[in-house]
C-alpha cells in the first residue's frame, strides 16, 4: 500500500483512479478549488485528514476513513460507492451519503440535510447526527446507540432494525416496511403514517397523533406520553404501559392500556376493540 502523507491537495480529481492508497494527515482544500478528489477508486484509507472541497469520494469501491473532518463545503461527499467504513469523523456537508451499499459507521458526528438517501445495508453505532429527510428510501438499516435530530426521518425505508436509540424527530418513519424499533425513544408529532409491518418493543413513544393509516403495526410493553388521537384508521396489536389522552378509529386489532381519556369513534369501520386493564372495561379484545 502506497502511503502519501501530510501533503495539501486542491487540484480537480487529486487523486483520481488510485487503488491501494493510505492517505494519512493531509487537507484538501485551497484556491485551485477542484472537485472529486478520490473519484473511482479503490481499496482506499484515509486517516486524519481534512475535507473543504466537493464530491471527494463517489464511484469509490474499498474505503475507509479515520479520525477526520468534513466540512459544510464539503457538499455530496460519498455517493455511489460501496463496502465503506467510516469511523470517528465529522460529516457537516450537505447529502453526505447517498445511493451507497455496504456502510458502517462508529462514532461519527453527522450535521447533513438529505443524509443516506436509497443506501443499501447500512449500520450505524455511537453516532450522532442532525439531518432534515434523513436516511428517506434506504434499504437494511441496523442502528445501535444512534441520538437524531431533525424533521421528516427514515421516510420509506424498508427491512431496518433500530436499538436503544434516542430520536427527536417529526414525520418520522412515514411508509415504513418491515421495521423494528427496540429499546428506543421517539419523539415527535405524526410518527409513522402509512408504515406497514413495523413493530415497536419497549419504546417511549412522545407526540401527538401517532401511528395513523398502518397496516401490521405492533406495539410490546410501550410507554405513549402526550398521545392523542392515536391509531387512527389502523390495523394495530398493542401493549401499552402507560395511560393514552385518545384513541381514535383504529380499524382492527385490540390495544391493551392501563387507561384512556378518550376512545373516539364515528366511522363505521373502526372495528378495532379498546381493552382499559385498570378500570372497568368498555370493550374487550376477542
Known amino acids: 500500500m502506497r502511503t502519501i502523507q501530510n501533503e495539501i491537495f486542491d487540484a480537480e480529481r487529486a487523486l483520481y483512479g488510485s487503488k491501494n492508497i493510505l492517505v494519512r494527515d493531509c487537507s484538501f482544500d485551497g484556491p485551485a478549488d477542484g472537485e472529486s478528489a478520490f473519484k473511482e477508486c479503490a481499496d482506499v484509507q484515509v486517516e486524519h485528514s481534512f475535507f473543504n472541497l466537493r464530491y471527494p469520494f463517489w464511484h469509490d469501491h474499498g474505503l475507509i476513513i479515520r479520525n477526520s473532518e468534513m466540512t459544510s463545503s464539503c457538499r455530496a461527499a460519498l455517493w455511489y460507492s460501496d463496502h465503506?467504513?467510516?469511523?470517528?469523523?465529522?460529516?457537516?456537508?450537505?447529502?453526505?451519503?447517498?445511493?451507497?451499499?455496504?456502510?458502517?459507521?462508529?462514532?461519527?458526528?453527522?450535521?447533513?440535510?438529505?443524509?443516506?438517501?436509497?443506501?443499501?445495508?447500512?449500520?450505524?453505532?455511537?453516532?450522532?447526527?442532525?439531518?432534515?429527510?434523513?436516511?428517506?428510501?434506504?434499504?437494511?438499516?441496523?442502528?445501535?446507540?444512534?441520538?437524531?435530530?431533525?424533521?421528516?426521518?427514515?421516510?420509506?425505508?424498508?427491512?431496518?432494525?433500530?436499538?436503544?436509540?434516542?430520536?427527536?424527530?417529526?414525520?418520522?418513519?412515514?411508509?415504513?416496511?418491515?421495521?423494528v424499533i427496540r429499546d428506543s425513544v421517539v419523539k415527535g408529532e405524526y410518527l409513522a403514517w402509512y408504515c406497514e409491518n413495523v413493530t415497536f418493543e419497549n419504546c417511549k413513544i412522545i407526540g401527538t397523533q401517532p401511528l395513523c393509516y398502518c397496516k401490521g403495526l405492533r406495539l410490546v410493553g410501550c410507554e405513549m406520553i402526550d398521545c392523542d388521537l392515536a391509531f387512527e384508521r389502523s390495523e394495530v396489536q398493542a401493549t401499552i404501559t402507560t395511560p393514552v389522552i385518545s384513541i381514535k378509529n383504529p380499524l382492527s386489532g385490540c390495544i391493551t392500556v392501563p387507561a384512556v381519556g378518550e376512545v373516539i369513534r364515528d366511522i363505521d369501520e373502526a372495528g378495532g376493540t379498546v381493552q382499559v386493564q385498570n378500570q372497568k372495561a368498555k370493550e374487550a379484545c376477542a
Open 84 to 179: 465503506i467504513e467510516i469511523t470517528d469523523t465529522r460529516l457537516h456537508g450537505i447529502k453526505a451519503l447517498r445511493e451507497c451499499s455496504k456502510v458502517k459507521m462508529y462514532g461519527c458526528h453527522i450535521v447533513s440535510p438529505e443524509f443516506g438517501w436509497s443506501v443499501r445495508e447500512i449500520g450505524m453505532e455511537d453516532c450522532d447526527a442532525e439531518s432534515e429527510y434523513f436516511m428517506m428510501r434506504s434499504t437494511g438499516l441496523h442502528f445501535r446507540n444512534v441520538r437524531m435530530k431533525g424533521k421528516y426521518s427514515f421516510q420509506y425505508i424498508e427491512d431496518s432494525v433500530f436499538e436503544n436509540c434516542i430520536f427527536d424527530t417529526k414525520d418520522a418513519f412515514w411508509h415504513a416496511k418491515d421495521v
